[in-house]
Nanobody, 123 residues
């Protein structure tokens, strides 16, 4: 029905940059919001950044990434990006894409997850 495909993770040195992308496909009627979460080993999954797709494009960031990460979207392509600058070793985690989507022909919004992409920042 819906697939979220992430790309762009990898290994980078501290202070470097990476951009991860997530493209949604399937029988999409409407997307309310998209976002990025991350989960480091032994830690809970946490919200990194989110963006409103259906309304005003407003964004929300975790305090730990404010000023360093930027979330953006290409609504026509159902794609969200996360530009990560000034990366730190503590940013190392699996990054998961999340989208709140209403399937075509339905009325209810549901959350969908991507498979995750590894981001590793070396010191």
């Amino acid at each position: 029905q819906v697939q979220l495909v992430e790309s762009g993770g990898g290994l980078v040195q501290a202070g470097g940059s990476l951009r991860v992308s997530c493209a949604a496909s399937g029988t999409i009627g409407n997307i309310n919001a998209m976002g990025w979460y991350r989960q480091a080993p032994g830690k809970q999954r946490e919200l990194v950044a989110s963006i409103s797709i259906s309304r005003d494009g407003s964004t929300n960031y975790a305090d730990s990434v404010k000023g360093r990460f930027t979330i953006s979207s290409d609504n026509a392509k159902f794609t969200v990006y996360l530009q990560m600058n000034s990366l730190k070793p503590e940013d190392t985690a699996v990054y998961y894409c999340n989208a709140n989507i209403r399937l075509r022909g339905t009325f209810k919004f549901q959350n969908y997850w991507g498979q995750g992409t590894q981001v590793t920042v070396s010191s």
